[in-house]
């Protein structure tokens, strides 16, 4: 018990302090263009296609199970309000998340931990280039930036494949489906879902970072890495999506 206390409070003092350093950093931005740009195209570029995909099945998902949920207590011309609301604030955030943090934050984590294990991380330091300000902040800025754009895409497919799937299999026109959602649309519910976002990206970015950075014993090392990366980036998602959900709708 107290082993895993004290690698429980080790691994705080080190995210803590590789946080403060990337702060720090901050100052010298200029210095990481090319790495920001490419760290734009692994966690955006890159993400495109896979976001897109499960979105368009969680739209058609959500339009059969939202129609069937208040068939018995409203009308389905409410069809596209109830979807549009539910993807919005909740399923395309979240869902992003989920697939990013298992596609970007196992690359993150693999990448770093290799690094580390061959010693690249020292060789850096050695040459005199501040390896969190090289490797660690254009990766945190890039979650921040590229996972809005990405919950934008994921609301945009979600919404058409619902109401092209209400339209094909519940008899909804667009027509009716739309006017339902500019009816009951409330800018929190975008923007609640976009800040949400935010701090998913940076949330990602930063315990994958972390968990690659500071990875040890060679290759089971970055293996186990890796996958804690995957772990606690899923784990931390869901705990920020209820905590701001008592913040932005409690």
């Known amino acids: 018990m107290l082993k895993y206390l004290y690698l429980a409070a080790r691994g705080t003092g080190q995210a803590f302090i590789l946080l403060w ?3 720090l950093s901050l100052r010298e931005l200029r210095k990481i263009k090319r790495p920001f740009v490419e760290q734009l195209e692994f966690f955006g570029t890159r993400s495109l296609f896979l976001v897109a995909l499960a979105s368009s099945f969680v739209g058609m998902v959500s339009s059969v199970q ?3 949920q208040i068939k018995d207590y409203a009308p389905l011309d409410l069809l596209g309000m109830g979807v549009a609301k539910v993807v ?3 399923l395309g955030p979240v869902i992003t998340a989920l697939i990013v943090a298992g596609r970007v934050g196992a690359g993150m984590a693999a990448e770093l931990g290799t690094m580390r294990i061959t010693e690249q991380i020292d060789a850096l330091e050695t040459l005199g280039i501040d390896s969190i300000r090289h ?3 254009p990766r945190l800025l890039a979650g921040i930036i590229m996972m809005p754009l990405l919950v934008v ?3 945009f497919v979600s919404i058409m494949s619902s109401a092209i799937v209400s339209a094909l299999y ?3 026109p667009f027509s009716t489906f739309f006017s339902g959602i500019r009816m009951y649309f409330y800018p929190i519910d975008l923007f609640g879902g976009l800040l ?3 701090a998913f990206g940076f949330l990602i970015a930063f315990v994958s970072s972390s968990f690659g950075y500071y990875a040890k014993e060679g290759a089971k090392g970055v293996g186990i890495a890796t996958t804690q990366a995957v772990m606690y980036s ?3 998602v869901l705990m920020a999506d209820y905590i701001l959900g008592v913040i932005l709708y409690g």
């Open 135 to 137: 490797l660690i902040l």
């Open 21 to 23: 350093d990337s702060i």
């Open 153 to 155: 895409l994921a609301d």
């Open 66 to 68: 939202t129609a069937y």
């Open 196 to 198: 949400k976002s935010v």
């Open 234 to 236: 899923s784990l931390f």
């Open 170 to 172: 519940l008899d909804i």
């Open 88 to 90: 919005m604030m909740e």
